[in-house]
């Protein structure tokens, strides 16, 4: 019951802002999305207390018909397993604050109450997504969720950078889409059901089973891996299909903090540890989960080091935590997948509320090297902050640290040359990151102000209603690592997750994260400290070296500020040609060849007995006419031929 | 014999264009009565079409509301009318589109009274055609929707309309000579033009091949099968808006009902034989024509190459020869019926506001129109395929079906959702986002009650289907499972055709 109400109250909230809207004026839109977002709030946290603290059984709410057709009969359901409890519960809390904090941040936008039934059917979706029962009703929630990030990347439409971050947002994730979709065809394939639960049961059985690809007999549910993983990939900007992600910054600031770093981008992830049991039966999609997320936790831990707008250096970090998310898939560690998705939703919504605090202060600017000295003009923020970048940058008590200790203890005692991979690239990202948040904060609110003189006079601390559900998100960026981590991935954690996550193989490196020695256990550690020590370092006690540094390495220097040059890469590859292609089948394609003959004749015809003419000046009676005597001498012909 | 409801919403539409010929006094009296009488005898018919979609019972094998007269006798044609699953759904949605086309043309001023008797033509031709259980009837009306369109598109189209018409008129017809000749053949070797009896008369393959070939001539140009489809784009850019409506919606599925009705029942073997040919047709139409659609720079044109890819996908569905991707493919076809239908609408609004259509002028509609932006922006969704929209519905079937053929048929023909995302984004930023290109565009006014009242019924028909598509589904399911057992049982027995020739 509870579920449901925390499911369906945004979206009658979206719904009654945007009914409304025209009667109602704008107070009432905004408040209704508001307050149907805090009810579903207190419905996920009661839901929550009511199955994972007093243990009432799971079972699935408001089950209906879908689709309905020979054996492909998806339907409409509330799942209510663990896995699905906390997403639920993050989500609605998160998305929660992000309104109350909208109210202050979007007040003098002219179509807010637009903006709000956006974020509210933005969340149900992601609700649809998380509570789905199979395939096809998280793939609704999937998309929806890709409509409304397009619709909010390019909120402010008649901007250009705004419209074309939107349509590359949308278009990158429905490449991953296609695979995903494909995924799911083949899935229904192999097990004729696409409910979580009949799929799951038959996968021992379907072990052995292969599927002809490439020419070669691959196992089925290593393909499915794979393709339901490149899905995940585009919706979790990982390495290949991120080039969305920072770009999708365009949008209002509580957007990107709602949106790319606490709830649509975790769906890639949530989908693959909800996959698991199918997953974890097929260990080659397992590796490549693995390198692919190891791979992408370094890549964009690198690119933040040297972005200089705020926004985009969150954005590459949220991609580099996202590939930490999926090291622990791939290793075995999916609990602690969730543990680290769990914790990264409030501390990374709680840096871009931040971000968008100090943006807001300044008069919309976002360029990093153009701050500085902000901490007494903002010191609710200021402090908030350091709250998310401590638990960003994995420092104990915070919650980071917790959870990303886990991944990388997880990738160290899973013994295989791709954990062993993740565990260097996730170790050296771990610096990195401590390195670019710490960069960032010293560069914003430490140091002299470095931007127009009259911006920095007028900077000014928000609002209550911003600063309010900054200062939660701080308290969950401290305290959840330490509430949590006896659950999600303590001693009792298979009796935490219960069915909802696979057992057996994960079991053995969950069992084995305390085993590890203890330079394998500390470096991460160490490498972050260090990471903070260069970044007091650079821009702190002598600001000269990063700039002595850029200019000693040109070459990488440039290559790592352009983002390792996949935008352009892809553009060259794909965008150019696509569009060379396209001009090239229309006027050559269809126009001379397929059309030259039937064209030529047309033309003859046209110009040689000027129907033009004839056709103008009769009346549809003569037409009449003719249509009958031509059936006359269709049916006679029939006749003589018979 | 029951009511003949059939023969009625046949009928009527042409006793309607008589009436309008009935000497009125001044032309602008004339024209007057002309669209009412127009709207009214459109009204009927679709209240009686939704007469048989109530009456109509799902669970029955075989056809419903059948009809049946002595028509030639001796040489075994009679007039057969009747419905089933497959076929109820297009006089349905030719039922209903007409009225809509009528009223999107309420402004039409020239030649009124002719422009009206030509889509009551054009409506007794299509449901004539859905309906008809007899070839040579099915023939003749197949044939007769091209005179009405061509007056269409000839008279009333936009400035290269003659081209257009002619290249239409040429392509069709040439299409559908070699039908003409696969009639005479059949009705030689069975003895009649019952489309029930022809079902169930075996055929030597090496003829069927032929036959295939002759209906792939005459039904692929009809739902312009890639590289029969450039008649199209020059049809539907030239035609007026309602002509184009009622060609994209309704006359496009003509081609894909023959291939349902004839080339699966009628020529099991050649249609197996033949299956790769048409995925490798189906999906090159998906991937070229997305790709023609790109480099448009009108926005009626790049609907109209949208329109196409879609038919690709449809095409695959049929020759999956399974249930899913069979009621795949019939699904989108209502769906695309309805959501191509309403993008047509939405250009037509545009026009009926002294719009340019082409897509470096317009822009920022989204501003001054924010009605108007929401419903196409939703078209445009439904169109990708979003789920929840009916267009997801019919894409996932067809994915499912395509997929049991093998994984490069399943996974070429979902390139359409990376594609149609590509061109239909562009679309919408052109004409909604951005800031205004042209001065011309600059007045402006939101949508008017008659556009609500066009634009919000196919808005909840593609939100229903796409949340309660059971309610398509159920409908057609007997007809399709049938259709299907049909085709594996005259697979199986390879002796079946020692006997085929009399």
Request: glycine share 8%.
């Amino acid at each position: 019951m509870f579920i449901a109400i925390a499911v369906l109250a945004p979206l009658a909230g979206a719904l009654l802002a945007a009914l409304f809207r025209p009667f109602a004026g704008r107070t009432f839109a905004v408040g209704a999305s508001v307050v149907a977002l805090i009810i579903a709030a207190a419905a996920g946290i009661i839901t929550d207390y009511r199955h994972l603290v007093l243990h009432v059984p799971d079972h699935l709410v408001m089950r209906g018909n879908w689709i309905n057709v020979a054996q492909f009969t998806p339907h409409w359901a509330l799942r209510q397993d663990t896995l699905s409890l906390v997403m639920v519960g993050m989500v609605t809390v998160v998305s929660a604050l992000i309104h109350i904090y909208s109210v202050g941040y979007m007040a003098h936008d002219r179509t807010e109450p637009r903006f709000f039934v956006y974020i509210s059917l933005f969340t149900f979706a992601m609700l649809m997504l998380v509570t789905a029962n199979n395939l096809v009703q998280l793939f609704f929630g999937w998309e929806g969720v890709g409509l409304m990030s397009y619709l909010l990347i390019g909120y402010w439409y008649d901007r250009a950078a705004a419209n074309a971050a939107a349509i590359k947002a949308f278009i990158v994730n429905r490449v991953g889409d296609l695979f995903f979709a494909v995924g799911i065809a083949l899935t229904w394939l192999q097990f004729h059901s696409v409910s979580f639960d009949t799929i799951f049961a038959a996968v021992p059985q379907a072990r052995s089973a292969t599927y002809h690809l490439f020419g070669a007999d691959l196992p089925v549910l290593e393909v499915i891996a794979i393709l339901l993983f490149i899905g995940a990939m585009g919706k979790s900007a990982q390495l290949f299909l991120h080039t969305w992600l920072a770009d999708a910054m365009e949008g209002p600031t509580p957007i990107s903090a709602l949106i790319h770093a606490a709830t649509m981008v975790t769906a890639g992830v949530f989908m693959t540890v909800r996959m698991t049991p199918l997953i974890d039966a097929a260990p080659v999609a397992l590796q490549v989960i693995t390198i692919i997320g190891a791979a992408t936790a370094f890549f964009a831990a690198t690119i933040g080091c040297v972005q200089n707008d705020i926004k985009r250096i969150i954005a590459y970090s949220t991609c580099s935590q996202l590939g930490y998310m999926f090291i622990a898939v791939g290793v075995g560690a999916a609990p602690a997948a969730m543990f680290h998705l769990i914790n990264h939703a409030f501390f990374k919504a709680l840096l871009f509320l931040g971000a968008g605090s100090v943006i807001h202060a300044l008069a919309d600017e976002q360029d990093v090297r153009k701050m500085g000295g902000l901490w007494c003009t903002l010191p609710i923020t200021y402090v908030t902050m350091w709250f998310g970048a401590l638990a960003l940058a994995a420092i104990p008590p915070f919650s980071g640290f917790f959870s990303k200790d886990a991944i990388l203890a997880a990738a160290f005692a899973d013994h295989t040359s791709a954990s062993l991979f993740a565990w260097v690239a996730g170790s050296l990202g771990a610096g990195l990151t401590a390195f670019y948040i710490v960069r960032l904060m010293l560069l914003v609110f430490h140091g002299k102000p470095r931007g127009p003189a009259d911006t920095m006079a007028h900077a000014h601390e928000s609002p209550a209603v911003m600063v309010g559900p900054l200062v939660v998100l701080a308290i969950g960026a401290l305290t959840s690592g330490f509430l949590l981590a006896p659950r999600f991935i303590g001693k009792a954690f298979a009796a935490f997750w219960g069915t909802s996550i696979a057992e057996p193989h994960h079991a053995a490196v969950m069992h084995a994260l305390d085993g590890i020695p203890a330079w394998g256990a500390e470096l991460p550690l160490l490498l972050a400290i260090a990471g903070i020590g260069v970044a007091y370092w650079f821009y702190e006690l002598s600001p000269a070296m990063p700039g002595k540094l850029a200019n000693a390495m040109p070459g990488l220097y440039r290559f790592v500020l352009n983002k390792w040059y996949f935008d352009e890469a892809y553009d060259a590859i794909f965008v150019r040609p696509a569009l060379r292609l396209a001009h090239l089948i229309w006027r050559v394609g269809d126009d001379e060849v397929i059309d030259g003959v039937p064209s030529g004749l047309a033309r003859l015809t046209t110009e040689a007995s000027g129907q033009a003419v004839r056709l103008q000046s009769g009346s549809i009676a003569i037409y009449g006419f003719i249509m009958l005597i031509g059936l006359m001498v269709l049916v006679t012909v029939f006749l003589l031929a018979r | 014999m029951s009511f003949p409801i059939l023969s009625l919403m046949i009928w009527l539409p042409l006793v309607g264009a008589a009436l309008m010929f009935i000497p009125q006094g001044s032309d602008a009296a004339g024209a007057r009565n002309a669209r009412w009488i127009a709207l009214w005898t459109s009204l009927i018919v679709l209240v009686l079409a939704a007469i048989t979609l109530v009456d109509f019972n799902p669970g029955i094998h075989g056809f419903q509301f059948t009809e049946t007269a002595a028509w030639i006798p001796q040489f075994h044609i009679a007039y057969r009318l009747g419905l089933d699953g497959i076929s109820l759904f297009f006089v349905v949605l030719s039922a209903l589109l007409t009225p809509i086309a009528i009223l999107a043309s309420w402004r039409e001023m020239r030649r009124v009274r002719d422009y009206m008797a030509a889509f009551l033509l054009l409506e007794t031709m299509t449901i004539g055609m859905f309906a008809s259980l007899d070839f040579l009837m099915f023939y003749i009306f197949f044939e007769a929707v091209l005179i009405p369109m061509y007056l269409i598109i000839g008279v009333w189209g936009g400035e290269r309309r003659i081209h257009a018409a002619i290249k239409f008129f040429i392509f069709t017809l040439a299409g559908s000579l070699p039908m003409l000749l696969a009639l005479v053949w059949m009705w030689h070797h069975a003895g009649t033009t019952d489309m029930l009896t022809l079902m169930h008369t075996p055929i030597a393959p090496h003829i069927q091949d032929w036959l295939f070939i002759a209906f792939l001539a005459s039904f692929g140009v009809k739902a312009a099968v890639w590289p029969l489809h450039t008649w199209l784009p020059d049809a539907y850019g030239e035609a007026p808006l309602p002509g184009t409506i009622m060609l994209a919606a309704v006359l496009s599925k003509m081609g894909a009902y023959g291939f349902l009705r004839f080339s699966l029942p009628m020529l099991p073997q050649a249609s197996a034989y033949f299956a790769p040919l048409m995925f490798a047709l189906g999906i090159m139409g998906v991937i070229y024509i997305s790709f023609a659609a790109l480099a448009q720079t009108d926005m009626k044109r790049m609907i109209a190459y949208s329109s196409v890819a879609h038919m690709g996908l449809i095409i695959v569905g049929i020759f999956t020869f399974t249930v899913i991707g069979i009621e795949g493919a019939l699904f989108q076809m209502v769906s695309h019926g309805l959501v191509i239908a309403a993008l047509f609408l939405c250009v037509g609004i545009l026009l009926a506001r002294g719009h340019s259509l082409r897509l470096d002028q317009l822009g920022g509609l989204a501003t001054r129109m924010p009605v108007f932006a929401a419903f196409l922006m939703f078209f445009v969704m439904a169109n990708v395929g979003l789920p929840g929209t009916s267009g997801f519905v019919g894409e996932i079937l067809v994915m499912i079906g395509a997929i049991q053929i093998n994984f490069w048929v399943a996974f070429l023909t979902g390139t359409g959702m990376i594609l149609s995302v590509m061109y239909m984004l562009v679309m919408v930023r052109r004409v909604l986002f951005d800031h205004a290109r042209s001065i011309a565009n600059a007045v402006i006014g939101d949508l008017s009650a008659k556009e609500w009242l066009m634009l919000a019924p196919l808005a909840i028909m593609v939100l229903g289907l796409g949340f309660i598509p059971s309610g398509l589904t159920t409908a057609f399911h007997t007809a399709v499972t049938d259709l299907v057992h049909a085709h594996v049982a005259a697979m199986s027995p390879p002796s079946h055709f020692a006997m085929a020739r009399p």
